[in-house]
């Protein structure tokens, strides 16, 4: 049995842990204002709020994309669709779509409302930028997005000005008209469910971390499947540094790592690189993990790990541990060194050398929001003018993920244009492309050639800033 809650109700179902949320909001609970569309987690259409109690009792809320995300998920917390935020009058974010004109069929309307609630809960800082990146998963497809960002913009101003306290917002929202004022009571009600998050042993269950690559590729099959889900791993869930590494917990998103404290203080770029992967309803559910054992090609986070040289803490059914470099983890396509049972239990990301330079690169179809057709990621550390320490990787130009072995005859080199063209040269005779959807095999090679010398542009301009 499930529990959770569910806008205003409590609900205890029987359901099946991989039933699509979507399906079981629309379908079972007869709530059609969250909307299906392409049911991939594309367009935001889907999107709901998922609320989850933190050790503080504060319930810290997400938008997510519904349809992609297994019931199981919500189990424990507090989902919110669109009829869950509707007070008797219009709440501010409906209040201030309607006076924008930022709705016309109205399709992806509550989508938007809900990302932009999400928005106002959980932002880091009420920025206009802020406002519009909470809306990065959401497709319009009549409106025209001016006059979403108006109402955007407004939200942010009127959040900015009145509310005071950023660590417990929810009664300054509610006081504000975004939300209505049972949310003031969930957090006790949270408290007396019975029942916590579904999945706390192994065995043949399939491990769930975000679901954002599972839940797309066979929905079906894993409805029936046993599933165990890694958000129940409370103890997975950190971000620390020890010994001169960040130790990430395999249950940790993509957008906390993104955002934590010490991955702005170490890896300053990851604030912007994590955003290439999707949009926020994906980077909020997404994790590192997840990432790595999808054993895509051109997996970006797992690109970015292997030049940073990670290493996987492995953790088998008897809690045995051991420990695999990120480089040696790939044995051939989706061939990993992974034994049954096991799961990646931490990714330890050793903190670059003070003054390295670290660069991650991406060509896809569209900038955001989508696959890359050659993406690449760099360190180098630099002993004044020279090279003393070069890492290469390289997504979409081998069977999988690669760091480009071989490079250690670059140490010594002066890190200039010409060194760099022979890196490119170096690095484009390392692969071994195939021609697919996204390119043929030669465009693939030459793009990982420009690739590699976009790092170096970039190298350039840091330095002279
Ligand atoms: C719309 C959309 C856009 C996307 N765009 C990109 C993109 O631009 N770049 C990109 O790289 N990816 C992209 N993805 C793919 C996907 O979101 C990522 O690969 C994501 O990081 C997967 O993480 P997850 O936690 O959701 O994995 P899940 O779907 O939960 O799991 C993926 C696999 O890893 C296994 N697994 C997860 N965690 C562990 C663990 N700790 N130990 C052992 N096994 C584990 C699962 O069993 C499963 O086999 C996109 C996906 C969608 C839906
Ligand atoms: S239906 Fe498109 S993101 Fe869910
Ligand atoms: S208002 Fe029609 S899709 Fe946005």
Do not use: W
């Amino acid at each position: 049995m499930l529990s959770f809650i569910l806008n205003r109700e409590t609900v205890n179902t029987g359901a099946a842990p991989g039933t699509l949320l979507l399906d079981f909001i629309r379908e079972t609970m007869k709530l059609p204002g969250t909307k299906e569309a392409c049911r991939e987690g594309e367009c935001g259409s889907c999107t709901v709020l998922i609320g989850k109690p933190g050790d503080d009792g504060r319930v810290r809320y997400k938008a997510c994309a519904s349809c992609i995300l297994p019931i199981g998920e919500a189990a424990g917390g507090h989902v919110v669709t669109v009829e869950g935020v509707n007070r008797e009058e219009l709440n501010l974010v409906q209040q201030l779509i309607i006076e924008e004109n930022a709705s016309q069929c109205g399709f992806c309307t509550p989508g938007i409302v809900l990302s932009l609630t999400g928005f106002a809960l959980s932002a880091e800082a009420y920025s206009y930028a802020a406002a519009a990146d909470a809306l990065d998963g959401n497709i319009c497809r009549c409106t025209g997005y001016a006059a979403i960002r108006r109402a955007a913009a407004r939200l942010a101003e009127t959040l900015e000005e009145n509310i005071r306290d950023r660590e417990d917002r929810i009664p300054g929202l509610v006081e504000q008209g975004v939300l209505p004022d049972y949310f003031l009571g969930i957090p006790d009600r949270l408290r007396k469910l019975e029942g916590s998050p579904a999945g706390s042993k192994r065995g043949k269950e399939v491990v769930v971390a975000g679901g954002t690559d599972l839940f797309v590729q066979k929905p079906e099959e894993l409805r029936e499947s046993p599933l165990f889900f890694l958000s129940g791993r409370r103890d997975l869930d950190y971000v620390r540094e020890e010994d001169g590494s960040l130790r990430v917990g395999s249950a940790v998103t993509l957008e906390d790592f993104r955002l934590h404290p010490l991955v702005n203080q170490h890896l300053p770029a990851m604030r912007e690189d994590v955003l290439l992967h999707s949009s926020t309803i994906l980077r909020n559910k997404a994790t590192l993990a997840g990432n790595i054992v999808n054993a895509s090609p051109i997996g970006d986070i797992t690109i970015m790990l292997l030049a940073l040289e990670a290493v996987l803490e492995l953790e088998g059914e008897d809690g045995a541990q051991r420990r695999v470099a990120l480089a040696e983890f790939y044995r051939g396509y989706k061939d990993l060194d992974l034994n049954p049972g096991e799961i990646i239990r931490e990714i330890v990301i050793p903190v670059p050398a003070p003054g390295a330079f670290y660069n991650f690169e991406k060509v896809s179809n569209r900038k955001i929001l989508d696959i890359a057709a050659v993406n690449s990621a760099i360190l180098l550390e630099a002993d004044g003018e020279k090279i003393s320490r070069l890492l290469l990787a390289a997504g979409g130009v081998a069977p999988v993920p690669l760091l480009i072995k071989g490079l250690d005859k670059f140490a010594g080199k002066k890190i200039s244009p010409e060194t760099f063209a022979e890196l490119a040269e170096e690095a484009m005779a390392a692969v071994a492309p195939i021609d697919d959807v996204r390119g043929s095999a030669e465009y693939k090679r030459l793009l990982l050639g420009r690739l590699t010398e976009a790092h170096y542009q970039k190298f350039s301009t840091r330095r002279e800033n």
